[in-house]
């Protein structure tokens, strides 16, 4: 009956710590992302909560957390390039056409660019901030490409305002480093 008595606090100290630890981390994480919304440099608070807060677990600082959250960028782009690839193969007009070629080189323009920016934080904060404020730009091609197509995608739509978050969210967690 000793061991079992024994064996219940054991348990009992081991489940609270546990807890305790958790709770402490999953804090300090919500902190780091509080911190990183409510910088001035991000206008969509909101927004930055929700595409940080996931990844927050991933990250113990901010470096980390921008590392995490480009290559969530790159995979979103990396997505959305499918979705241009498949637009592409089906019939289309000469100036659609057109706007998803643009939208091809946009699209991997930015898969490339969110890879770089974590392993380029660690050497040059400044060239990493640059990199993401220049995908922006690159979006606002492909954008104005559908427009002038009339291009009717939804997705690429969707795809483009997702990209537009993740650019802004990476240069505003890298323009203070």
């Known amino acids: ?18 807890n305790l630890f958790s709770l402490h981390m999953v804090s300090a994480d919500q902190q780091l992302v509080t911190k990183v919304c409510e910088e001035n440099t991000i206008e969509d608070i909101e927004g930055c909560l929700k595409i940080l807060s996931p990844q927050a677990s ?3 600082n901010i470096n980390q957390l921008v590392e995490v959250s480009m290559k969530q960028g790159a995979e979103v782009a990396q997505k959305t390039l499918t979705v241009v690839e498949e637009l592409k193969k089906k019939p289309t007009s000469p100036a659609a056409l057109t ?11 930015c898969v490339d660019e969110f890879k770089i920016v974590g392993p380029e934080l660690r050497d040059d904060p400044m060239s990493a901030n640059y990199d993401v404020a220049i995908i922006s730009p690159e979006i606002k091609r492909c954008v104005d490409a559908l427009e002038t197509a ?6 690429l739509v969707q795809g483009n305002l997702d990209l537009y978050h993740y650019a802004a969210l990476g240069y505003g967690m890298t323009a203070n480093l």
């Not at 706007?99 to 323009?109: D, F, G, H, K, N």
């Not at 009339?150 to 997705?155: D, G, H, K, V």
Request: glycine share 0%.
């Open 58 to 60: 991933k990250a113990n």
């Open 99 to 109: 706007a998803l070629q643009i939208c091809t080189e946009v699209y991997s323009y």
């Open 1 to 18: 009956m000793a061991s079992q008595t024994h064996f219940i606090h054991v348990f009992v100290i081991l489940f609270v710590s546990l």
């Open 150 to 155: 009339r291009l009717n995608a939804p997705e």
